[in-house]
């Protein structure tokens, strides 16, 4: 492997080492750290090494060793801390290419809300400045995914929270535009956080690969869009709602940006809901769930959960309705 080029190393977990996963648009495996001698060669890897420490201690600038330009660049998360560090590596006298674009996402599993770092929206969304937020709740993000062939797997890291549990693929991801982009999603389950740590990067070499809206799913939005309910994908190992293929309907429209406080009891039947589903896929299960919005009042809805695959890969549909709105 070449040492030339921008490198892209993870430093998602503190008590991990860093690997490499990327050089310049070519995806890496996660490359160790104590491995980089052979792939890249005792001094340059000692050169990226050293390059990794500086940014991680959240410092970014150049250094000259020698004949080789060595240039670091963290990237930072929503809460301050380093997801990855940027390396070029060249020779001094040579033109530098362009700086790979990279941004940070953290997803909490308590609160089920996703903490997106500077840049990140602008980025994956093509987002403009000032309709960018920090914190989005998981339909904000899944709903833009036209293809994600590693959702099981993906999901299986968030809802585990296994020490080391890792993911990393790639995703197509349709932005404010309208245009569909593919990213590499680097992903680490921090378990002591109770948070799933990712980096995105974007890879517009493949851009003209990424995939179309699948027609499946369109048609799917467009009927539950007209079903005058609330239909959402749901991830029956948890519960967690992670795209609304329609919109809830008022008094619960606000779902579709915010997460509702659901009354504990409630909480538990739902989750005993989607276990069920899980188990037994095909027996819809209804329910009734007690829930409020950030200085509302609470709001009696139905629900009903109901599998869309096998049992397996564990991902139901939640239909929601009010009184006034029957499904």
Sequence with gaps: MSADGWLLVETLTED???????????????????????VLGPGPAR????????GRAGESGRHVAGDTLVLTEPVRCAFGGIHGVQVWLGPADAPVRARRRVAAWDWEA???????GPGLEELVFARDPADVQ??????DAFGRMVRFDGRVDYFAVATDMAPGGHWQGEVDM????????????????????????ALMHAIPELDADAAAVDPDVLMLRAVSQRTGVGVGFILLSSAVIYEWAG?????????????????????AALRAAC???ARTPGTPRRL?????????????????VVTITTAATGHGLLRVWTDSASP
């Design 16 to 38: 991990l080492t860093p690997t490499l996963v990327a050089t310049d648009a070519q995806a890496r495996q996660w490359i160790p750290a104590p491995r980089w001698s052979r």
């Design 47 to 54: 050169l990226v090494l050293d390059a990794v420490r500086r």
């Design 110 to 116: 308590e609160s089920e809300l996703a903490y997106h």
């Design 134 to 139: 920090v914190v989005r709740t998981p339909p």
């Design 174 to 197: 349709a932005g404010d535009d309208d245009c569909v982009r593919r990213f590499q999603m680097i992903t680490r389950a921090r378990p002591r956080l109770r948070r799933v740590s």
């Design 247 to 267: 919109e809830p309907p008022p008094p619960l429209d606000r779902w579709a940006v915010e997460r509702p406080t659901i009354a504990p009891a409630d909480h």
């Design 275 to 277: 276990a069920a589903a």
């Design 288 to 304: 009734t769930l007690h829930l409020r919005f950030a200085e509302s009042d609470w709001i009696r809805a139905n629900a009903e």
